[in-house]
């Protein structure tokens, strides 16, 4: 299992992203978020799923890219699920013989030359699309039963690039603690509108410990906060 996040605000696009593979018993580190980027065209792409089939689907896009000039990102998107429909016809039958079932969802954002404003789509396993708009400003993969309710009570298309990093991390957080499959370190990838370029950074445990445990005695506060009134009716029930 993974936890990967993509954000759409007017400003810009904000990708998240673990790094923890689960393979039997065994946990390594891996990127997930793989970036590419050239002359006024900038992308990043998140897939969860089989590691094999993303790392397989990865290399026959990269390949693509070598003898390709995309203008705008949906025609990467377009080729990319081409190459995750190769990987199905070449690999789906052994792997479910094996037990195993091919899926992978991906989330692929950024900016090519020809668009007009940044671009965020998630990709399914079919190698179909949806773009994903203003009026739904992010994606989650992977994980995804935990830590979309900050999200939804929190981000809108007005939001700035800094508060929705903060609320993804808080998302992340709240995903880490219910769920013993995602994990630090995260990676974190920013692109502002226009820009063509993509940053990167790496946070650990160690790097947000404190806001987490900020973030934890903060809703313990709130809770307390909340007016209790209403409850008597129900308790007072109790002899």
């Known amino acids: 299992m993974t936890y990967c996040l993509g954000i759409k605000v007017k400003e810009g696009l904000i990708a998240l992203a673990d790094t923890r593979i689960t ?21 990043f792409i ?7 089939v993303r790392d397989k689907a990865i290399v026959y896009f990269d390949e693509l890219l070598e003898t390709s000039d995309f203008s705008k990102l949906y025609q990467a998107v377009n080729a990319f699920g081409q190459q995750v429909r190769r990987v199905a016809n070449e690999d789906r039958a052994i ?27 998630l990709l399914y396993p079919e190698g ?5 708009g203003l009026g739904a400003p992010f994606v989650v993969i992977g994980n995804s039963g935990h830590g979309k309710a900050i999200l939804n009570r929190t981000i809108d298309e007005d939001s700035d690039m800094k508060l929705a990093l903060k609320a993804g991390f ?10 013993n499959n995602v994990d630090f370190p995260i990676d974190v990838a920013l692109y502002k509108k226009d820009s063509f370029e993509i940053v990167e950074q790496r946070y650990t ?13 903060e809703l313990k506060s709130a809770l307390m906060n909340i007016p209790g009134e209403w409850m008597e009716k129900a308790f007072n029930k109790l002899h």
């Open 23 to 43: 393979t039997g018993t065994d946990t390594t580190v891996k990127k997930k978020i793989s970036i590419l980027q050239r002359e006024n065209s900038a992308m």
């Open 46 to 52: 998140m897939t969860s799923g089989l590691r094999s």
């Open 95 to 121: 792997l479910e013989k094996a037990g195993f079932k091919f899926d992978l969802n991906t989330i692929i954002g950024g900016q090519l030359k020809d668009d007009d404003e940044h671009k965020l789509f």
């Open 205 to 217: 445990q160690k790097d947000l410990e404190d806001i987490s445990a900020q973030w934890a005695e």
């Open 170 to 179: 808080l998302s992340f957080d709240s995903t880490r603690v219910s769920s």
């Open 128 to 132: 179909n699309w949806v773009e994903l």
